[in-house]
C-alpha cells in the first residue's frame, strides 16, 4: 500500500488486536487501535506501535547471511538454499536422519504459511529430534487435553464475557494480554466482569498487575499449587460440593479422584502454599456455588515441577464443580477453521510417549522431545547425536533452560541454520541464516488463537507492504528447504498431499479452503464447482478415500447439528476488514469429546501415578537461605525479542531482580544495587528492587533478556542488554509427568555486588573460549 488505512491484527501476542494502520507514501505515519473490529474494540497495547520499528529496523535482516570465520557474508538465496540443503543431507547420509535436531519458536504459532508449511517441511527434515516452545510453556494444558477430551488442541476457554467469578491462578493477562484465552482488551473485560457483579481472584507468589485489580488476592508459594489444587477437590468431595448430574452420562473414574485427593486437607497443604485453610475452603465453595464460575491457570501452574499434575487438577476442579461446558465456565471454541475436527477426520489427535529421548529418555508429545534436553541431545556423543540444528523463529539461547550450556552445545555442531529476521544470541552460532519478510508485509490469518479466543471470531489481511521482488515469506522458505533437501535424499516427498497442496493453492488459499469447509463454510460442490478457479485440479491430487477429498465433498462437515453456513470465505473476510464476528463460545459436550468412548477420563493413570511424587513434597523442607525463582512478563517486552525497539525499551531497565524487604535486609540487598544471582547451573549480575509486593522467599526476573552484543546484530538491545534468567534454571529439572521445563520454583541464591560491577550478565561470542563448565556448573562465569 503507498497510501491509505489498512486494518490487521497484531501477530505479536495471543489477544489479536485490530489495528488501523495509517501509510502515506509507502511510510507508516501512525499505528491505532482498530476501534471497529468486533472483538478488540479498538484496544492495543504499546508493542502494537513497535510492529513499526521491526519494518523499518536497520538491524532486521533482508538477505542471506553466510559465515565467514567471525564475520557475516551476504549471499543469493539460491547458494543459501543449495548450501543448507547439500549440507543437511550430507549430514543425514553419514550420520543418520536423527542428526538434525530442529526448534520451532513461538512466532511460528502466530504465522499462518508458517504452520501450514511446517508439516510438509517436518516430513522433510524426517528427525525425531524436534523441539518447541510447547515444553516451556502450555504442554500440561495440551497434555490434559489429550488425556481427558482426546485431542491435544482441543482447549476449554475462560468465558470471560459471561462469568461471575473468575479464580486466576498463576497468570498475569494484565502483563501478557492473556494465554490460552486470546482476549484483547482483557482489563475491558474484567472492569465489566466487575461492573455486573462479578469477581475476580488472583492467585500468585507476586502482587501483580492483575492481583491489583482482583477482588480478592492470596500469595501462593511457588511449585505449591498442585497442592492446593488437591486440597481444593478434597474439599468438594468433603464438603459434597460436585455438581456432575448433567454430566453423568460422559464422566468416568471420579471415585479415583476422590481417593486421589484424600490425604490432601486443607490443614495439611497451607503451611507449604502458605494459603490458610478457611481461605481455601472458601474458595472452593465460592467456585462450586457460583453457578458461572471457572478457575483458570497459565505459565505459574504449567511451567514448575508439578505442571502436569497441577494442570490435571485445574480441568478436574472445573469438571468436578460443573464449570466445564456451561456458559460463563470453560467452553470449547467453535473456530472457522476448525483444526480439531479436522485432526480428528484425518486421525491426528496428538500423542504422548510414543518415543522417548535418547539421553534422558523423556517422552515426546506430538513428536517433540522436551527442549530442556536439546543440549543434552548435542552435546552426548554416540549414535542419534545431533549434529546440525535448524532454529525456526526462535531462540532458545535466551528462552530455554540453561541457555549457556545450550550455547556451547550450538557451537560445537558441524552445521546450523537458522530462519529468523535478527541475528540474536541463538543463530550466531548459525553458519547460515535465511531472514524471511517480517510480518506487515505477509497476510494474516490466525489459525491458532482463533481457536482460543472467548468469542468465535475469524479476520484475514493481506500484506500491508509488498515484499521486496527477491524476498522470501517463511512458509516458501520451508517448502523450498524441504524440497531440495529431499531432492539430495532423492525421496518421493513431493508427493505428500500437504507439500501439494501448499505448493498448488499456498496459504492464503488453503486458508479459503479449510473456511468453505469449515463449519461456517458452504457446501463444496463435487469437482469444486463453488472454489476459485485452481481448486477443481485438487479433488484430482487426493485419493478416493482421502479425509480431505471426503471433506470436500461432504461440505460444512456435513454432519446435522454442526453446520451453520454462513458462506464464510477467504473473500468474505477481505469484503469484511475488521473482521466477522461468529458469536459467544457455546456448550458443545459430549459431541465435541474426541475420546474413543465419547467419554472424560477424569482420572488418567499417568497423573495418578505422579501424585506419590506430590505427596513427597509435603515433608520436603526448601533449602535454607534458598529463594524460588520465578518470572515476570512485561507489557513492553515480548519473550526473547522486540528488545532492539527504542521506544519500548527506553527507560530504566526492566530486567530487575525483585525481592521482598525482608530477604533484602536478611541478605543485605539495597534497592538499586547489583546482585549476583546464582544457581546450580550459573550466576548472573542484575540490579535488585525490593519490593512488598512480593512473598518472602521468592525473587522475580523476567525471561528473554541478556543481550550481550557479542556476535550478534542488535544495536539497541544491547544497550539495553539486561541478564538471562535462563542462566540460572537448570535443564536438567523438568516436570516427570509432562516433561515441560520447570521455569518456575527452582532454587537460587543471591549475594550482594560491590557497585563497581558491571550490572549485566555478559555471555560469549561465538568463537570465544567456551565458559560453560559441564563439571561445575555454578562456577560458570562471565568473562
Ligand atoms: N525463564 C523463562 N523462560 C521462558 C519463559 C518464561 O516464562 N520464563 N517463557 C517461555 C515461553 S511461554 C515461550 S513461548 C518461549 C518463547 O521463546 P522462543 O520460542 O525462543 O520465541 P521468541 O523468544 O519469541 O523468539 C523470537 C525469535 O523469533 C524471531 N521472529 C519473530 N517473528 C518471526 C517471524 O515471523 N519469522 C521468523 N522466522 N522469525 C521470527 C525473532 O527475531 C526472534 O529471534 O520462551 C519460553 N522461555
Ligand atoms: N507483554 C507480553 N505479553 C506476552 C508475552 C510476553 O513475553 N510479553 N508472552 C506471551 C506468551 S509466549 C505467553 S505463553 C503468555 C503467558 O501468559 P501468562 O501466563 O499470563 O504470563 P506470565 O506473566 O508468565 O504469568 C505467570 C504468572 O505466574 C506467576 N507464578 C510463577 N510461579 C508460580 C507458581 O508456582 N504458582 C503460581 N500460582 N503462580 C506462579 C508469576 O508470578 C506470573 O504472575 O504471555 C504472552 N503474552
Ligand atoms: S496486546 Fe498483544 S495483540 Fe494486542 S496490541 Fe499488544 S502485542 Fe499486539
Ligand atoms: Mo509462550
Known amino acids: 500500500m503507498q497510501t491509505g488505512t489498512h486494518f490487521r491484527t497484531c501477530n505479536l501476542c495471543e489477544a489479536t488486536c485490530g489495528l488501523a494502520i495509517e501509510v502515506e507514501q509507502g511510510k507508516i505515519t501512525s499505528i491505532r487501535g482498530d476501534t471497529e473490529d468486533r472483538f478488540s474494540r479498538g484496544y492495543i497495547c504499546p508493542k502494537a506501535l513497535a510492529l513499526q520499528d521491526v519494518h523499518e529496523d536497520p538491524d532486521r535482516l533482508r538477505t542471506p547471511l553466510r559465515r565467514n570465520g567471525d564475520a557475516w557474508e551476504e549471499i543469493s538465496w539460491e547458494e543459501a538454499f543449495s548450501t543448507v540443503a547439500t549440507r543437511l543431507a550430507g549430514i543425514q547420509k553419514i550420520h543418520g536422519r536423527n542428526a538434525i535436531g530442529v526448534y520451532l519458536g513461538n512466532p511460528n504459532v502466530h504465522n499462518h504459511g508458517a504452520m501450514l508449511a511446517m508439516m510438509p517441511f517436518l516430513q522433510a527434515l524426517g528427525t525425531h529430534n524436534r523441539f518447541s516452545a510447547t515444553s516451556n510453556d502450555q504442554l500440561p494444558h495440551m497434555l490434559a487435553n489429550l488425556e481427558l477430551f482426546g485431542h491435544q488442541a482441543l482447549f476449554p476457554i475462560p468465558d470471560i464475557d459471561h ?68 486440597a481444593m477437590v478434597n474439599t468438594v468431595f468433603a464438603e459434597g460440593l460436585a455438581q456432575t448430574a448433567n454430566q453423568q452420562g460422559w464422566l468416568k473414574d471420579l471415585d ?66 460443573g464449570k466445564l461446558d456451561r456458559p460463563g465456565g470453560m467452553l470449547f471454541t467453535a473456530p472457522a477453521v476448525d483444526l480439531v475436527t479436522l485432526g480428528g477426520l484425518s486421525g491426528q489427535k496428538g ?79 548459525a553458519d547460515i541464516i535465511l531472514p524471511p519478510v517480517a510480518s506487515l508485509e505477509r497476510s494474516h490469518y490466525d489459525l ?102 471426503e471433506l470436500l465433498d461432504m461440505g460444512p462437515y456435513g454432519r446435522p447439528g454442526r453446520s451453520l453456513p454462513k458462506g464464510l470465505s477467504l473473500g468474505k473476510l477481505r469484503k469484511n476488514p475488521h473482521g466477522i464476528d461468529l458469536g459467544p463460545l457455546r456448550p458443545s459436550l459430549p459431541q465435541r469429546l474426541q475420546t474413543h468412548d465419547g467419554k472424560i477420563n477424569l482420572a488418567p493413570r499417568r497423573y495418578l501415578a505422579d501424585v506419590e511424587r506430590l505427596q513427597a513434597r509435603l515433608d520436603n523442607p526448601p533449602p535454607a537461605d534458598a529463594l524460588q525463582l520465578i518470572g515476570r512478563r512485561q507489557l513492553r517486552s515480548n519473550n526473547s525479542w522486540m528488545h532492539n525497539s527504542r521506544r519500548l525499551v527506553k527507560g530504566k531497565s526492566r530486567c530487575t531482580a525483585v525481592v521482598n524487604p525482608a530477604d533484602a535486609a536478611r541478605l543485605g540487598l539495597t534497592d538499586g544495587q547489583s546482585v549476583q544471582a546464582h544457581s546450580d547451573v550459573g550466576r548472573i549480575v542484575l540490579p535488585v528492587e525490593v519490593s512488598d509486593r512480593i512473598m518472602a522467599g521468592v525473587v522475580s526476573i523476567p525471561h528473554g533478556w541478556g543481550h550481550d552484543g557479542q556476535g550478534t546484530r542488535l544495536a539497541v538491545a544491547e544497550a539495553h542488554a539486561g541478564a538471562s534468567v535462563n542462566d540460572l534454571i537448570d535443564d536438567h529439572q523438568v516436570d516427570p509427568v509432562s516433561g515441560v521445563s520447570v521455569l518456575n520454583g527452582q532454587y537460587v541464591w543471591l549475594t550482594p555486588v560491590p557497585s563497581s560491577s558491571p550490572a549485566t550478565g555478559a555471555r560469549r561470542a561465538p568463537g570465544k573460549s567456551r565458559q560453560y563448565n559441564e563439571d561445575n556448573p555454578a562456577a560458570t562465569l562471565s568473562e
Open 351 to 429: 500423542h504422548f510417549g510414543r518415543r522417548y529421548s535418547r539421553v534422558r529418555g523423556l517422552p515426546e508429545f506430538g513428536g517433540e522431545f522436551p527442549s530442556s534436553t536439546m543440549a543434552d541431545e548435542i552435546l552426548t556423543p554416540g549414535e542419534g547425536q545431533i549434529r546440525a540444528f535448524v532454529a525456526v523463529a526462535g531462540n532458545p539461547a535466551l528462552s530455554s533452560p540453561n541457555g549457556r550450556r545450550l550455547e556451547q552445545a550450538f557451537a560445537q555442531l558441524d552445521f546450523m541454520v537458522s530462519v529468523d529476521y535478527y541475528l540474536n544470541e541463538t543463530n550466531r552460532h
Open 256 to 321: 479415583l479422584v476422590r481417593l486421589a485427593a484424600g490425604p490432601f486437607t486443607p490443614e495439611k497443604v497451607s503451611v507449604h502454599t502458605g494459603i490458610d485453610a478457611q481461605a481455601v475452603r472458601e474458595l472452593t465453595r465460592d467456585l462450586a456455588n457460583t453457578p458461572r464460575a471457572l478457575i483458570y491457570g497459565r505459565m505459574g501452574t504449567s511451567t514448575q515441577a508439578h505442571g502436569g499434575v497441577a494442570t490435571w487438577l485445574l480441568y478436574v476442579l472445573n469438571i468436578l464443580t
Open 163 to 230: 462469568t461471575d467469578l473468575f479464580i486466576c491462578i498463576g497468570a498475569n493477562p494484565m502483563a501478557s494480554n492473556g494465554s490460552l484465552m486470546t482476549v484483547p482488551d482483557f482489563r475491558g473485560r474484567l472492569k465489566d466482569l466487575q461492573a455486573r457483579g462479578g469477581r475476580f481472584v488472583a492467585i500468585d507468589p507476586r502482587r501483580t498487575e492483575t492481583a491489583d485489580r482482583a477482588d480478592a488476592f492470596h500469595y501462593i508459594r511457588p511449585g505449591s499449587d498442585a497442592l492446593l489444587l488437591m
Open 448 to 549: 491458532i488463537f482463533n481457536a482460543l479466543a472467548v468469542r468465535n471470531v475469524a479476520k484475514f489481511a493481506d500484506a500491508l507492504f509488498e515484499p521486496a521482488p527477491d524476498a522470501r515469506t517463511d512458509w516458501e522458505i520451508m517448502l523450498e528447504l524441504g524440497q531440495r533437501l529431499s531432492a539430495e535424499k532423492k525421496r518421493g516427498w513431493q508427493d505428500s498431499i500437504s507439500w501439494k497442496l501448499m505448493k498448488l493453492l499456498g496459504p492464503d488459499r488453503l486458508t479459503d479452503l479449510l473456511l468453505r469447509t469449515g463449519p461456517y463454510g458452504v457446501k463444496v460442490l463435487p469437482g469444486g464447482g463453488l472454489l476459485e478457479p485452481g481448486f477443481d485440479s485438487l479433488t484430482r491430487l487426493l485419493p478416493r478415500k482421502h479425509w480431505l477429498r
